[in-house]
Every structure is written in C-alpha cells, then in structure tokens.
C-alpha cells in the first residue's frame, strides 16, 4: 500500500533537500513544505460530515472534519521536522512520541523514549523522513500497535525499496506514504541516492 506523492512542487522541494548545499534553515523549510504535501496526501480519506450555514447571500450545506481526532506520532529525533504542518491544518490533533536511534555501526534501531496519547479509535501517523533498512519504522509500528493503534499509518519523505518491504513483511497492509522512492541502501545502510543523514541537516549536528 505505497502511494508516492506526484506533484511538481514536490519534486521541487525534495530536489532542493537532497542538495548538499542546503543549509539548516532552509532544509527546515522545506521539510515543512513536503510534509505539509505529505499531510494531506495522507488524510485524503478522512470523514467528512454535512453542516448547515449561511454564508452572506444564502444558506448552504457544506462539509466539515467529522469528529475523528488525529495523533501524529513522530519517531525522534528527526520526525519533529515534520509533526508542524499536521498541528497547523487539522483542528484536533494529539502528538506522541517514540525515541529511536540507529547505531552507527549496525544500523538496528534502540529504543530510548516513548510517550503516547490515547492512540485506540483514532487516526494515527508515524512519521519519520527516512525510511532505510525499515527498522526503526517497523519497530514503531509495533508499538503503535501495542498501544491501541488499529491502523496506523506511515508517513516519510525518502524510502528504499528494502525498508518499504520490511514494512511489508513485518505489518502487511500497512498505507505508507512518502515523497520519493530511492534506488537502494549503500554498506551503511544510507539511502541511495537520499539526502544523507537527516536528523543531522535539520538540527545542524
Ligand atoms: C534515522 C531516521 C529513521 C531511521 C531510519 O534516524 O530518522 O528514524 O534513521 O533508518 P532505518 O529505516 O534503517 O531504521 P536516526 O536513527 O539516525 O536518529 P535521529 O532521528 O536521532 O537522527
Ligand atoms: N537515516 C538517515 O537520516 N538517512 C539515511 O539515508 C538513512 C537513515
């Protein structure tokens, strides 16, 4: 269940992210910007409900958000480059929080923190920019799943095909949304061709 954004300005924003010339306050800008694109790709399907108002020259029915409250859950630290975008257009939103790191060496994730609102009859969305080996995302799934979420959708800016097939493997049917699908993961476990280490671009580590 991959769905890969198609959009020009798309296309513009993570061009301008990959580039390694970008410096952090411009790449926190445009991670604002395609998570923002991301945001409403990925609650295309939300309920709407009918409300009946008037605007100046008449009554009309229009449709509003049906009473159906968000949780955005970014995996720290870098998926807080993208939690703002989902806080600035939806007016019901909670956010959790799940610490995972990679080791340098093995690239497996280690779990440091983990905080959650209610997640059982909501909508919730991972978010994390990178999806890599899949690790780290599948591992917060996981949680998300061991702490009420039905269905729980994922939400990146750059995935490899070896981190879309884990999702895969380790929770089947799952809706992942991302900004680009790239080519591969090299030794390190860095995509290919990506945009390098994105935690350390948007924080300037
Ligand atoms: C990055 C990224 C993902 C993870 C992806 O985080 O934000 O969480 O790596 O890799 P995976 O798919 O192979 O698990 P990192 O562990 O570098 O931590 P950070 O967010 O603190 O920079
Ligand atoms: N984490 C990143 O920040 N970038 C990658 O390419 C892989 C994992």
Same mark, same amino acid.
């Given at each position: 269940m991959l769905h890969v954004l198609d959009h020009p300005l798309a296309a513009h924003v993570i061009t301008h992210l990959r *580039?390694? #010339? #970008?410096k952090p306050a411009t790449f926190r800008t445009l991670a604002y910007q395609i998570s923002l694109l991301l945001a409403i790709e990925a609650t295309r399907n939300l309920a709407v409900e009918d409300k009946l108002i008037e605007t100046p020259l008449e009554p009309m029915h229009g449709r509003v958000l049906a009473h159906s409250p968000l949780v955005v859950v970014p995996i720290l630290r870098a998926g807080l480059g993208m939690v703002q975008p989902f806080l600035d257009i939806f007016p019901d939103v909670s956010v959790g929080y799940i610490g995972l790191e990679r *080791?340098?060496?093995?690239a497996v994730a280690r779990s440091y923190y983990c905080k959650l609102p209610p997640l059982a009859g909501n909508t919730v969305f991972l978010v994390d920019p990178m999806l890599a080996t899949g690790g780290s995302a599948a591992q917060a799934l996981t949680v998300a799943k061991e702490n009420g979420a039905t269905a729980p959708r994922l939400v990146c800016i750059v995935a490899s095909p070896t981190g879309v097939a884990e999702i895969e493997r380790h929770h089947p049917g799952t809706e992942i949304y991302v900004a680009a699908l790239d080519r591969e993961l090299n030794a390190r476990k860095y995509i290919l061709p990506g945009l390098g280490d994105f935690g350390d671009r948007l924080y300037g580590t």
């Amino acid at each position: 269940m991959l769905h890969v954004l198609d959009h020009p300005l798309a296309a513009h924003v993570i061009t301008h992210l990959r *580039d390694k #010339t #970008t410096k952090p306050a411009t790449f926190r800008t445009l991670a604002y910007q395609i998570s923002l694109l991301l945001a409403i790709e990925a609650t295309r399907n939300l309920a709407v409900e009918d409300k009946l108002i008037e605007t100046p020259l008449e009554p009309m029915h229009g449709r509003v958000l049906a009473h159906s409250p968000l949780v955005v859950v970014p995996i720290l630290r870098a998926g807080l480059g993208m939690v703002q975008p989902f806080l600035d257009i939806f007016p019901d939103v909670s956010v959790g929080y799940i610490g995972l790191e990679r *080791d340098h060496a093995t690239a497996v994730a280690r779990s440091y923190y983990c905080k959650l609102p209610p997640l059982a009859g909501n909508t919730v969305f991972l978010v994390d920019p990178m999806l890599a080996t899949g690790g780290s995302a599948a591992q917060a799934l996981t949680v998300a799943k061991e702490n009420g979420a039905t269905a729980p959708r994922l939400v990146c800016i750059v995935a490899s095909p070896t981190g879309v097939a884990e999702i895969e493997r380790h929770h089947p049917g799952t809706e992942i949304y991302v900004a680009a699908l790239d080519r591969e993961l090299n030794a390190r476990k860095y995509i290919l061709p990506g945009l390098g280490d994105f935690g350390d671009r948007l924080y300037g580590t």
